[in-house]
């Protein structure tokens, strides 16, 4: 299978190049930035430039489109560069693989659904994104999705859990946690530390876009997200039993994602995907990375 | 009260800039068309350049934002289009109000909600948009709120019935109908013409506007639909009542949205607005119109 990830230099779409290569396909990663994963084709390249963009996608079966602004307090900042990567952008792709007849596996996320109305959170509850970063990734779906049904382009997105594990932004509470437990200075959790939140470790999002691409459904989002549930104060907790420091606790961070309990029992149904990595080995993992 | 409204040389827009200009306020009209409403200042510029807009903006109380790509059809063909107008131009529209201190009225549409749960559909109700243009639409609505929330922008969106009135589009069913029975030419419905549609005038959605601007709600999503429901074969009925010619039925047009009934009861009870003028009496003045 020939298969172009967008975002691949990035943190999520190193890890799908991965899960690509370690299956024997033949990968090409797209990034503004030089992709470095070995057996990875890399491109230098700008989705948002539709021509560049032609080309890359020409000749594949399949795009990832991981390629976004994640950072949510950037899309708070600069809500017109959300709006033009997350929404323009993911219809450039729709367009791109249309022309080249490849297939889409979209990157979405479970912070489209908004306040819960119900728990278990599933792919029928309401989606009520109220932020610059989950309006646009949830509109980047919705446009993929359309341009599925009005131009036969199979599209699958894939509501991404929270996601962690080796090379994450050094702005996600991982990082600051590990970094300053490890330089002895006390971690602040914003507000009580009590909102779970279903972590769901990278290699588990690789393989579950490995398996959306191999598979034929098309026209639908699914929930992909770890069942297991934990509290920031436990992740300071994890932190701390490996790098002892202090916590304390801080304001609450205006714009949090409520919690809300998500089922990723479709995907289970239609792509034979669960999460495999529990949190205490992922932690494990994660905590002895080199980061001298 | 200063206002600018965008899009003033459209159908919509001219009709909302008329409803200040009755009203007494100073309007100015931001178009990439020459706007040719009496007692408005035009200005030739597009929103979708942050820097025009900045200028555009700076000095008005209130931005009635209604430029945007608002035919189905173009939105369907160029969704990079409607992505970039609808929802990256709305954010330039946030970014600027924000800079001048202006008040944001948005012109959304009741077609955000997609296939109906319950009905009547009120604001509660969740929003599914399934095609380039509700999608586009909604997102800009909700990047403008969010702004709203983030940044202290006071927004108000009108989620509008289906507009009629003086000026439509000369491919709406409504100036394709009039057009074919004044030349004699039989008028053709898609499917049964059964499904009703809660047709609004534009005076009404004018009045909606000003009501909108001179309020001080903000942070809200409001329907601003007519009470009546009317079928395309009422209409279809309604127009050779006038024009005397055959009608005939053909395939249903696909994507069409399904239909559901729209409450617009919030809006009456927050802006004190409800549609006023009857399909009938709307009907007779469109259909007297000189289109020699």
């Not at 029992?265 to 002895?288: Q, T």
């Amino acid at each position: 299978m020939r298969v172009l990830v967008t975002g691949s230099a990035g943190f999520l779409g190193s890890h799908i190049c991965r899960a690509f290569v370690d299956a024997g396909d033949d990968v090409t990663g797209l990034d503004t930035k030089q992709t470095d994963v070995s057996g990875v084709k890399p491109v230098i390249g700008d989705f948002l430039d539709a021509e560049a963009l032609s080309g890359a996608v020409e000749g594949q079966d399949v795009v990832c489109h991981v390629g976004a602004v994640g950072d949510v307090y950037l899309a708070a900042e600069q809500p017109e560069l959300a709006a033009r990567v997350n929404v323009s952008g993911s219809v450039n792709i729709g367009l791109a693989a249309q022309k080249a007849g490849a297939r889409v596996v979209y990157a979405s996320t479970w912070e489209v659904y908004g306040e819960p109305h119900y728990e278990p959170v599933d792919e029928a509850h309401p989606c009520n994104p109220d932020h610059p970063y989950n309006i646009t990734k949830l509109a980047g779906e919705q446009m993929l999705l359309a341009q599925g049904k009005l131009r036969e382009l199979p599209v699958v997105a894939l509501r991404l859990g929270t996601a962690y594990g080796s090379g994450m932004r050094t702005n996600s509470v991982f990082e600051i946690f590990i970094r300053k437990a490890m330089a002895g200075e006390p971690l602040t959790i914003q507000g009580d530390g009590s909102q779970g939140r279903q972590f769901t470790h990278a290699s588990d999002i690789g393989r579950a876009f490995l398996l959306a691409a191999e598979s034929d459904v098309r026209g639908i989002a699914l929930n992909t997200v770890s069942p297991e549930l934990t509290s920031i104060k436990q992740l300071a907790e994890r932190v701390i039993q490996r790098y002892p420091t202090k916590v304390s606790f801080g304001d609450p961070r205006p714009g949090d994602v409520p919690p809300s309990y998500v089922s990723a029992e479709r995907a289970e149904d239609v792509l034979g995907w669960k999460a495999e990595m529990d949190f205490e080995d992922g932690m494990s993992e994660l905590l002895e990375i080199n980061r001298s």
